[in-house]
């Protein structure tokens, strides 16, 4: 017996207050995520949501949180957007990887304490960054505070 996509979908989502985040009970990725698949079609859940309250997401738009929430499913929750409106939305809300929590920083705050003292005691920018394995434009910026600047 097939059943249809919405009530797949819905038999798993935890429905509480109209206003408050729903959940789908499923398996999560690392970043918070569900995904569903029905018939053989794979998708992450706050897009069919958003698809089965809204119709099908137009090319080129994501579904986006309001609620800041990836596992949360409520339709009232999401709206549509481009990468460019997500990106944007991260940056406003101040959820985007900074410091050693960029994937591919070799630097640690305590680093850029030490590195900040030996740019006082005038060492030059080249032999730091030798000494910490980075470029000596990193040293540049962290001495300009093009990065690293939260970093007090």
Known sequence: MNI???????SKVDRRGPNDCWIRRAYKSKMGYTRMTHNGERDMAHRISWALENGPVPEGMMVLHSCDNP????????????HFDNMRDMVAKKRQARG?????????AEDVRE??????????????????????TAIGNINTGYTWAWLK
């Open 4 to 10: 249809s996509i919405e009530e797949h979908f819905w």
């Open 100 to 108: 050693e929590s960029v994937y591919r920083s070799k630097l640690t």
């Open 71 to 82: 596992g949360c499913v409520n339709p009232a929750h999401l709206f549509l957007g481009t």
């Open 115 to 136: 590195i900040r003292q030996l740019i006082a005691i005038g060492r030059s920018h080249g032999g730091i960054a030798r000494e910490y394995g980075v470029l000596r």
